[in-house]
C-alpha cells in the first residue's frame, strides 16, 4: 500500500517540482510570519529582558523587516542559533534572515552559498580579561586559556595573532554562550575573545563588571550584518533597505514620534520613502507605505541603538564607528530616489 | 530481632568492622559538607541578596525560577497550557503502568493523548497558537519520550520481525538499519537528523527542529526496541508459531495473534527500560537547540539577577529525573517479578491440573 | 508450496523496489537542494586549513594544518578518554558490583545509593555536574601542589611526564625486549616451560641493557606553575578530567549491577562446595565465580562498552575536542553537511563495531576454550 502511494508520487511527477521553489518573500508572506535567527544569551543582540522578552540590536531589525513586509512588527518568530549552527540553519531554509552579530568575511560571502546584506554595526574583535592579571595587552598573555566560541571569526583570529607574535595559547571552545561565559568567570580561561559587542555584554553581567577590562588590543575588523540565502536578490534587497532607511532616517532626523508629520514633509526624498510616490516599491514586493512602517514602528537608527546598546540600555557603549557619514562616522545610506 | 541479627553483620569479622569504619569515614567525609551546603548554611528564604550572604545553597532561587525549570520559555501568560499537557501525559502514564488497563483501548488511548497534548501546546482550534519553539521545560522533555516511544514501537515490532524474516532481503536491509542506528551516538543522529532533514525534503517545507528530534528518536528508539523484541521472539517456543502454521495461519495472522503477545508480554520489563534511558537521553536535544528541562535550567542561570546558582537548579533537575526513572525501575521489577510469578502459578495450575487428572485416571482405574 | 515461494520472492522484489524508489525520491531531492541553496559538494574541503585550533591534541597541531589532520586528532581523543573510561568503568563497575553483594548492610547501602544515584539521572547533567565542581578547584596561583611533582587546580592536573632522550641503540634493544617477552608469554601459555624461561631470562638482560645504556637519556620532567599555566610535564586537562569521570561513573552504576547480576546467577551450591573445601571467600570468587559469572557479564559488558564509546560524543557539552565536535565545527565552517555526516557516521561506526567486534571476538574464544 505505501509503495503504491509511493510510485503514485513518482508518477505525478512530485519530485521536478521540488526543485523551483516559490521567492523568499512568498514564502513568508503565505507564512504569515518572519522567521529570523536570532540569539537569547547575549544582552545587546539578543536575550530576554525580565519579562521574557527578547531585546536587542538583532532583535530590533527582525522586527523591522516583519514590519516591512507585513506593517506588523510582531509577526516574527525568533530562532535561537548558536556560533556553529547558524549558517546551516539559513542554508537550510529554516529561517529567512540570519540577523545575529555575523561578521562580514570574504568567505562567508562567497563560500557557503550565503551572503551579507549591509552592515548594521561596526565593531571589533577585542579581548576581555580579569582586571586582576594587570595585563595591558595581549601580548603580555603568553601560555593563557583562552575562551572562543567555535567556529567563529575570532577563532581563526586569535590563532593568527598568537602565531605572529611567537606566542602559546590554549583554546577552550564551547558552543554554548553560558556553559562558555562560565569558563571565563570561574576562572578556567584568562581571556575571553569575540566582537567587542559580545564582549560588554558579557561585561555587564558578570557579578561585579569593574573585575574585567577590554583591553585595548583590536584584533581584526568586525563588520556585523544580516545575511540571507543567495540567489534571491528581491530579498536581499529588502533587507537592505531596511537597514538603509532606518540610517536615512536618523539623517533627516525622522523619528518613531514624527514620522506621522513627516509624511507631508516638503523634503521630496523624504516623502518618496514614507510611500509619497506610489507604485515604487512595487520590484520590491512592499507596499508603498513599508518604510514608514518600519520608522513608526521600530525608529531610526539612532532610537534603535540607543535603545538596544548606547545610554537607555544597560550597555552604555558610544557609537564610535556607529555613527551618521556627516558626524564622522561610517553609517552612510544611498541616496532613496 | 531479625533487623538486630542484620546489624550485627556490621561487626560479626575483623573485615566487616574494617569495612563499616572505612563506611564510615566516608560518609562522615562526605555527608557533613553535603549538609552544610544543602540546609544548615543554606539561604531558605530572602532575594539574591540573602543568597549572597549566604555559604551554601540559595533555595529562593529555585522557588523563584521553578515555573521556568519546569516549562521554560513557554508564554508565561499561558502556563496553565503546559501544565495541563503535562498532567494529561502523567495521568497517561500512570494509566501504563496497571496491567489491568493493557488492552486495545490503551493503544488508542496513546495517540489521542499526544494529539490532545499537542493541540494545548500549539493552540488553533480556539486556542491562541504557539511556535514549537517556545515549548519547553518538562512537557517537552516527555512528548519527545513519548513520540520516540509510540512511532518507535510499531517500526520497531516491524524492524524485529524483518531481522527474524525468512526472506534474506528484508532480514538484511533491517539487520543493517538495526546496526546503523545501534552504532551510532544519539547526539550525532540529532545532528544528522537537524543538519540533513532539511536538505532531504522538498524546498520550501521547514520541518521544525521538533520534528528533527522526534525523527531521530523515533528511528534510534525503533532499532533499540526491535533488538528487545527479537530477544523477546527468540524467547517465544518455536513450536508455538509451527503450530499455528499447520493449522494454516498465515505469516502475519501468526504473528498478530500467536507470537507477538506472548513476546510482548516477556519484553514488557526490558521495554521500560528502553523506555527510562530515552527519557533520560531527551536531555540532549539541547544539542540541537532545543529547551528541555534541563535546558531550561541551564536558561534560567542566565539571569543577571540570580548569577552563580546553576549548581542548585541542576539540583532540581536531578531530582525530577530522578524521581522519573527510579519509580519506573522500580516499577519495572516489580513487573518483572510479577510475571514471573505469572508464569509459575500458570505452570503450578498447569502441573496441578495434570496431576489432579492422573489422579482421577488413577482413582477409576483403582475403581475399575 | 510454489504459490508461497513466488510470494516470497514477489514481496522481496517490491521490497527492494520501494527501497530504491525512496532512495530516489531523496537523492534527487537532496542534489536540488544542493543546487538551489549554491552549496559544492565533494571531500576537498577535507584538505583546507582548518584555521581553528584544538584544544588538546595527541600530537602536535598548527591551526594551518588541514580539517582532515584536526579530525585525526578528535578521533585520538576520542579513543583516548573511551579507552580511559572503559579501562576505569570496569575496576570501579566490578569493585561496587561485588560490594553490593556485600555481608556488611552499611557497605550495601552505600554502594545502593550510589548505583540508584547514578543510573537513574542524564549522563548529560552528570558530565555538566563535574564540569562545575572540576571549575570550583583552586586557580592556578593557589593550586594544590604535591611536593612540586603534580599540581591540581583549574586548569587541570599537571603530572610529571617521562622523557626519552633515546640514542639509537636504545630503540632495536628495548624492542627485542618487548619481543622476547610476548614471546615468552605466549610459550607460558603453551606450558613450554624450558623454552619460556630462556626467553624470559634473555629479555630480562636485554632490559637491564637497555636501562643501562639509557642512564642519563631517561629523565622525568616536571610541571612548572608559570603566570597562565604550566609548561612541561603532562596535562589532564578539566574537560578531560570531567568527561572520564561522568563516563566512569554513569556507566561503572550499570556495569555493577550487570557484575551483581552475574554473579547472583551463579548457583550458590557452587559457593558451598568451594567453602567446604576450606576455600576462603576472596579465593572463591577470583577463582570459582567470577570466570563462570564472565559469560554472562561479557554480552552485557558489551553493550556497556559501546554505550560509553558513543556517549563520548557528549563531550560537545564542556568543549573537549572529540570527534563529533571536530565533525561538527567542520561542518558549520566550511557548509559541506553531507559528506561532514558521512564522515561522522563512518568515525563512530569503525569504533562502535570495532568494540563490539572485539568483544565478541574474545566472547566466542573464552566460550571456545571453556568447552574444550
Known sequence: MRLAALLIMLALGLVPTLSHAASTLDTVKARGVLRCGTENDTPGSGAPDSNGVLQGIDIEYCRAIAAAVFGDASKVTFIHTSTLNRFSVLQSGDVDVLIRETTLLFSRDTQIGLIFANTIMYDAQGALVAAKTGAKSLADLDGASICVFPGSNSELNIADYFQSHGLKYTPISIDNADALRRSFFEGRCDVFTGDRLMLSSNR?????????????????????????????????????????????????????????????????????????????????????????????????????????????????????????????????????? | MRSFLRLRALVNSPVNIGITLACLALLAWMVPPLLHWAVLDAAWSGGPEACRAAAGACWPYVGQKYG?????????????????????????????????????????????????????????????????????????????????????FPLGVLLALGRTSKLPFFRMVCTVFIELQRGLPLVAVLFMASVMMPLLVPAGVTPGKLLRAYLA?????????????????????????????????????????????????????????VAISFFKDT?????????????????????????GHDVEGYVFAALVYFTFCFSASRYAAWLERRLQDGARIARAAAVEQAYASRLAIRSEASTA | MANRRTQAILAQVLGAVALVAIAILLTTTLIGNLARLNLTTGFEFLWRPAGMKIGESVFPLAPSDSFAWAVVAAILNTI????????????????????????NPLLRGVTTVYVEVFRNTPLLLQILFWSAILLKLPAIRQAISLGDWAFLSQRGLQLPSLMLHAGVALWPGAIAAILCGIAAFLLARRRNRAAAIALGVLAAILALLVVWSAQGAVGVERPVRKLFGFTGGFTLTPEFCALLAGLTAYTAAFIAEIVRGGILAIPSGQWEAARSLGLRNGAILRHIVLPQALRVILPAMTSQYVGLVKNSSLAVAIGYPDLFWAISTAINVTGHAVEGVALMMVCYLVLTLGTSGAMNTWYSRMIRRGAR
Open chain 3, 80 to 103: 583516548r578518554v573511551a579507552v580511559a573510561g572503559i579501562v576505569l568503568a570496569t575496576i570501579i563497575g566490578t569493585a561496587i558490583g561485588i560490594m553490593r553483594l556485600s555481608s
Open chain 1, 204 to 337: 555587564s553581567i558578570a557579578k561585579t563588571p569593574t573585575d574585567y577590562v577590554v583591553l585595548p588590543d583590536l584584533l581584526a575588523k568586525s563588520p556585523l550584518g544580516p545575511m540571507v540565502r543567495q540567489g534571491d536578490d528581491q530579498w536581499l534587497n529588502i533587507v537592505k533597505w531596511v537597514v538603509n532607511v532606518t540610517f536615512l532616517a536618523e539623517e533627516k532626523k525622522i523619528t518613531k514620534a514624527n514620522v506621522d508629520s513627516a509624511r507631508t514633509s516638503t523634503d521630496p526624498e523624504v516623502k518618496r520613502m514614507l510611500g509619497g510616490t506610489p507604485g515604487m516599491s512595487k520590484q520590491l514586493g512592499l507596499n508603498d507605505d513599508w518604510a514608514y512602517q518600519v520608522i513608526k514602528q521600530i525608529g531610526n537608527y539612532a532610537e534603535i541603538y540607543d535603545r538596544t546598546l548606547g545610554d537607555g540600555s544597560s550597555l552604555k557603549l558610544p557609537r564610535g564607528l556607529n555613527k551618521l557619514w556627516s558626524d564622522g562616522g561610517l553609517l552612510y545610506s544611498p541616496p532613496f530616489l
Open chain 2, 283 to 307: 536531555s540532549l536535544v539541547t544539542v540541537i537547540g532545543l529547551t528541555d528541562l534541563l535546558g531550561a535550567v541551564g536558561a534560567a542561570s542566565r539571569d543577571p539577577v540570580w548569577l
Open chain 2, 68 to 152: 521556568f525549570f519546569l516549562f521554560g520559555f513557554y508564554p508565561s501568560e499561558a502556563r496553565w497550557r503546559p501544565l495541563l499537557a503535562l498532567l494529561l501525559m502523567l495521568a497517561l502514564l500512570a494509566g501504563n503502568l496497571v496491567p489491568r488497563f493493557w488492552n486495545r483501548r490503551l493503544l488508542i488511548a496513546w495517540p489521542i493523548i499526544l494529539a490532545l497534548v499537542v493541540w494545548i501546546l500549539g493552540g488553533g482550534l480556539g486556542l491562541p497558537p504557539v511556535p514549537t519553539e517556545s515549548w519547553s521545560g518538562l512537557p517537552l522533555t516527555l512528548l519527545i519520550a513519548s513520540f520516540a516511544l509510540v512511532l518507535g
Open chain 2, 217 to 273: 528518536f523515533t528511528l534510534v528508539a525503533a532499532a533499540f526496541i526491535a533488538e528487545i523484541i527479537r530477544g523477546g521472539l527468540q524467547a517465544v517456543a518455536p513450536g508455538q508459531a509451527e503450530a499455528a502454521t499447520a493449522l494454516g495461519l498465515g505469516y502475519w495472522r501468526t504473528m498478530q495473534r500467536i507470537v507477538l503477545p506472548q513476546c510482548l508480554r516477556v519484553s514488557v520489563p526490558s521495554l521500560v527500560g
